[in-house]
């Protein structure tokens, strides 16, 4: 199968899974506990005026009419407008999702090179040294995000006073403008990077170095720096990929829980207020955008697994 067909048939699969997830979002936000029209209406509305505002938003419409509706305009590029504040969700989803695609860069260029050295160095070490970082990443992986995150501000914030407790950001400003709010989030979401990325890595390494071409590359005298830097990162560059993918994931999930930890604008932040007020379309919106960004990841890691595999077979 060639490239363009292999990408068509990714695309294709993608497509069908964010119409399902999509679904599945609407009916998860229709069971939210609590009431939107209380939050648009007041809890002191009379039913009368709940069932104005109840009709108004279109609630009072079954909810397959109201999915079918919605996806009609999704696919028009209108994802509509939240019940609070009747800000359409396209220019909030313009406004904060740079902020966290920022923030999961800035996470993934700080996670990458040292998961990657950690995964070499345990992966082809083994023994203590295997023990010691494996054990470390699994004892990481079982602490809660906000755990992490009130460690480090009670240690560089609060002790030491060297980073700012929250995302001190003017308003209309972005996170460069104040670099010092970004370092906390930051450093919150490598350390869950590191605990889920290192451990797929070491064994990537392990499972690259136990094969019969890379013992053949040993028995010719082909050792340490020079036997990682030809046989063992390029046998271990697609599961690689694969682990940063798998990590990426990991961090969506994360970023919420550390968005609001640290008051940062990101599109998490804004999606935890959205669940707060039951602003069904803002969840909506959010939620769906999230999934269609993290489909695009696993797409784009699949190409480059696809393409490292092709490469890989070729130098041989």
């Keep these: 199968m060639n490239l363009l067909a292999f990408v068509g048939r990714r695309l294709a699969g993608?497509?069908?899974?964010?119409?399902?997830?999509?679904?599945?979002?609407?009916a998860a936000t229709a069971v939210l506990p609590g009431d939107a029209v209380s939050a648009v209406a007041g809890v002191d509305a009379s039913e009368g005026q709940r069932a104005d505002v109840r009709a108004e938003l279109g609630l009072?419409?079954?909810?397959?009419?109201?999915?079918?509706?919605?996806?009609?305009?999704?696919?028009?590029?209108?994802?509509?407008?939240?019940?609070?504040?009747?800000?359409?969700?396209?220019?909030?989803?313009?406004?904060r999702l740079p902020n966290s695609l920022l923030l999961a860069g800035l996470t993934l260029a700080v996670t990458a090179p040292i998961a990657t050295l950690l995964g070499l160095w345990t992966g082809l070490r083994g023994g203590g040294a295997d023990r010691?970082?494996?054990?470390?990443?699994?004892?990481?992986?079982?602490?809660?995000?906000?755990?992490?995150?009130?460690?480090?501000?009670?240690?560089l914030a609060v002790w030491l006073e060297l980073l700012p407790r929250v995302s001190v950001i003017p308003l209309g400003g972005t996170p460069l403008d104040?670099?010092?709010?970004?370092?906390?989030?930051?450093?919150?979401l490598s350390a869950?990077?590191?605990?889920?990325?290192?451990?797929l890595l070491r064994v990537s390494v392990a499972d690259a170095a136990a094969t019969p071409y890379c013992e053949a590359a040993r028995l010719n005298g082909v050792h340490g720096v020079r036997l990682a830097a030809r046989h063992i990162l390029p046998h271990a560059a697609g599961p690689a990929v694969q682990a940063l993918t798998l990590t990426t994931g990991a961090l969506v999930g994360s970023a919420v829980v550390v968005e609001n930890v640290y008051d940062y604008p990101?599109?998490?932040?804004?999606?935890?207020?959205?669940?707060?007020?039951?602003?069904?379309?803002?969840?909506?919106?959010i939620?769906?955008?999230?999934?269609?960004?993290?489909?695009?990841?696993?797409?784009?890691?699949?190409?480059?697994?696809?393409?490292?595999?092709?490469?890989?077979?070729?130098g041989r």
């Design 14 to 26: 993608a497509a069908v899974l964010l119409v399902l997830l999509s679904a599945a979002i609407f």
């Design 60 to 95: 009072d419409r079954p909810a397959a009419e109201r999915y079918a509706s919605w996806a009609a305009d999704a696919l028009r590029g209108d994802l509509g407008r939240g019940f609070v504040g009747e800000r359409p969700v396209t220019e909030v989803l313009a406004t």
């Design 132 to 155: 010691l970082v494996s054990t470390g990443a699994q004892v990481l992986a079982a602490v809660p995000e906000f755990v992490i995150a009130a460690l480090l501000i009670a240690v």
């Design 178 to 188: 104040v670099p010092r709010a970004l370092v906390l989030p930051v450093l919150t």
């Design 192 to 199: 869950v990077g590191l605990a889920v990325a290192t451990r």
């Design 266 to 285: 990101g599109i998490g932040r804004e999606l935890q207020l959205a669940v707060a007020a039951r602003d069904v379309p803002m969840v909506q919106g």
């Design 287 to 314: 939620a769906t955008a999230l999934v269609a960004v993290m489909l695009a990841v696993l797409l784009l890691g699949d190409i480059c697994v696809r393409l490292l595999g092709a490469r890989e077979r070729h």
